[in-house]
Structure formats: C-alpha cells, structure tokens
C-alpha cells in the first residue's frame, strides 16, 4: 500500500504542497493579459459551450482535428503555457476514453474490414444464446475510425472545458452563472466549497508536516495506520464544526438564504468580435461536415 511504505508522510506532505502550488499558478493564469482573460466570462461560457455542442455534433476526423487545433490557438495566444495546458488534457483521455475506445476497435464490438487479426478461435463461440464470438477477432477499420473520433472528440471537449476554467477566475465563473439564473444557492455552495478546500488542504498540509517533524526512526504499520485513522477523524470533525461556526455567522450578519455577487460584469467590443469569430468557427464546423460525402 502507498501508506505502508517508507517516508509516506514526506510524500503525502509533497503532494499536498504540490497541489496547492497547481492551484495558485492556474489561479495565476486568470490574471494574464491574454485573449480569453479579456473576453466577458458570460460571453465565453456561452461560446465555448456552442464549441463543445459543435464538437458533439461533428463526425469528421478532420473537422475535430481542426477543432482541436484552434482550442491549442486559443491557449497560446491567451498565455498559456503549452505544456501545461497538455498535460492537464491529456491525463485523462488515456484512462477515461481509452478504456471505452479500445474494444471498440474489434469486430466483436464493431463489424466491418478488418485491418489486421488479433486471436483466432478454431469456430465460433456463443454464449447463452445472447453474445456470439466469431472465429477471428479482429481489428476492424470502422473500429479504428469510430475509436479515432471518439478519442478526438473528447479531447476537444476537455480542451475547451480547460481553457474556460484556466482563464477565468472563479468568482468571476460564479458571476456568470448567476447572470444565466444558476441557482444562487448552488452558486454559494460552490464558492464555500472551492474556498474551503484550500483551506483544508492547508490543514492537512500542516498535519503532515507537525508529524514529520516530530518523527524520528522507523514508525510501525500499526501506529502509521492508527495515525491516520486520527487524522482522517479529525479533519472531518473540523469541517463539520467550521461549516457549523460559518453558517452562524453568516446569520449574525443578517444572511437571508440569498447569495449575492458584488461584481457587475460588463460586456464591450472585444466581446462581440469574439462572439462574431465564433458564430464563424459553428458556421465553419457545419459547412464542414455538410461538404462530405
């Protein structure tokens, strides 16, 4: 187990920093004079989603392939680091997509010309009736094709759904889903919860380091376990008492059940033209996929 082994509270206590760190440089992110920083977060929540509705709809590889290119223009000239960027699309993609995408490459799942043969059975096989298994198994060109634009797809998706979140801030998110008529109580629980898991990570972070400090030699299995059993209790004991004392005073300052933004967003040229641009790109998308056979 990743616990058990050796210095796992040096390693936990890094990940942990580490992970506020993401949390600021995305933060940071928000604020660079970039294209998308500076488009209204109301006008690029709705583009961005016509963008991914347009993703959903294309089936070409080429179009998703071209989709996926302008959302890598879109991170570079908003002043996103490449790397970053990728990497925080790609991550997911190989486990989630994969894992759906891959068996659909065989002809059990998807018949058609096969490309090359994987297994092969001396006859068939049924089960119950229900699932038949040919002979051959193979890799067929329609699975390839149809795991390629799902895969593409998605990045596409995720691309868009990353930029958005990376280059806004999230009050600023919150104030645009509030001028859509999100619920505002759904819009107060996700700005408690994004505040406080800084904070708690803070205290575990703290956690790890006051016991790291006073820890010398080897520590049993047992006691490490026991050690965070404790911890674990008492984390959750200091959320529910804090959300407790928060509620409290919130109602000693005359809450009402109702959440307010104090910032007023306000929408300019800049804002048009990207809304413009992007009426183009949807145009684009579906002359695209009008324009093949």
């Known amino acids: 187990m990743f616990f058990y082994r050796k210095d796992f509270v040096a390693r936990t206590l890094a990940e942990l920093t580490e992970a506020l760190q993401r949390a600021v440089f995305t933060h940071r992110y928000a604020r660079l004079p970039g294209l998308l920083q500076r488009v209204d977060p109301r006008v690029k929540l709705v583009t961005l989603m016509v963008f991914l509705i347009g993703a959903a709809m294309a089936h070409r590889i080429e179009t998703l392939m071209g989709l996926y290119a302008f959302s890598l223009f879109l991170a570079i000239i908003s002043r996103v680091p490449l790397g970053f960027f990728l990497k925080r699309v790609w991550f997911f993609i190989p486990i989630f997509a994969g894992i759906i995408a891959v068996p659909a490459i065989f002809n059990v799942i998807t018949p058609g010309r096969p490309v090359f043969t994987v297994f092969r059975f001396p006859d068939p096989i049924s089960l119950l009736g229900l699932v038949h298994i040919p002979a051959e198994i193979t890799v067929t060109e329609q699975g390839l094709k149809g795991a390629a634009i799902f895969v593409i797809r998605v990045a596409d998706s995720v691309s868009l759904a990353v ?5 806004t801030e ?3 998110l919150l104030s645009a889903l509030s001028a859509f008529r999100f619920p505002r109580m759904g819009i107060l629980m996700l700005a ?11 205290v575990a972070e703290e956690m790890f380091l006051a016991r790291r400090s006073r820890t010398v030699g080897h520590t049993p299995a047992r006691e490490k ?18 959300g407790n004392e928060v509620y409290l005073a919130m109602l000693s300052r005359g809450w009402n059940g109702r959440a307010r933004v ?4 306000h929408a300019g040229w800049l804002d048009a033209l990207w ?11 579906v002359f695209s996929e009008k324009g093949i056979g």
Not at 163 to 167: D, K, M, R, W
Not at 195 to 201: A, D, G, P, S
Not at 262 to 265: K, P, T
């Open 262 to 265: 104090l910032e007023e967003l």
């Open 192 to 202: 408690m919860t994004y505040r406080y898991i800084f904070l708690f990570l803070r």
């Open 275 to 285: 809304a413009a641009f992007s009426l183009l790109i949807l145009v684009a998308i």
């Open 225 to 242: 376990r026991r050690w965070i059993a404790g911890g674990t209790a008492f984390l959750l004991n200091r959320s529910y008492n804090l």
């Open 163 to 167: 930029l958005l979140v990376i280059t």
């Open 170 to 172: 999230w009050m600023r």
